[in-house]
């Protein structure tokens, strides 16, 4: 499989997977931006793509950062739909206490690119009854 990437940003980094065997490709800014506490702001990567047939990029926050600082992804994971050609640009919220500043060149997100299968839908009366029923949220319980 091939990704193809188009630099709209001279400065921009192409993505790349850190190791042998990583699922997600590293995403970098191409500004500097700072996030305050509970603020959010769209960091742009400076790249446009063409995802591979039947396939998805799944943009996810970097535990790191999540960890260190309490930065992650409001939309997460956000979707690249197949036929996007648009700039990628991640969708960033600081949840720590202090500011935090994104430099140029950080990296700041995770891209997995996921196969995809689209169904056909069909209206119908009734559904199968499951063990589990209409239990939702919290309907496992804890332990």
Do not use: W
């Amino acid at each position: 499989m091939e990704l193809l990437v188009k630099r709209i940003n001279k400065e921009a980094i192409l993505p790349f997977y850190a190791h042998e065997g990583d699922a997600g490709l590293d995403l970098f800014s191409v500004e500097e931006v700072l996030i305050k506490p509970m603020e959010r702001k769209l960091i742009a990567t400076g790249i446009k793509i063409q995802l591979p047939p039947n396939t998805e990029g799944q943009v996810r926050p970097r535990s790191g950062l999540a960890l260190a600082h309490g930065i992650t992804l409001l939309n997460s994971p956000g979707t690249i739909d197949e036929g996007y050609r648009g700039e990628i640009k991640v969708l960033m919220i600081n949840l720590g206490q202090e500011g935090f500043l994104i430099k140029k060149g950080m990296k700041i997100a995770q891209m997995v690119i996921k196969p995809i299968e689209q169904v056909l839908i069909k209206e119908v009366v009734e559904l199968k009854d499951t063990e589990r029923g209409e239990g939702g949220f919290g309907s496992t319980g804890t332990m």
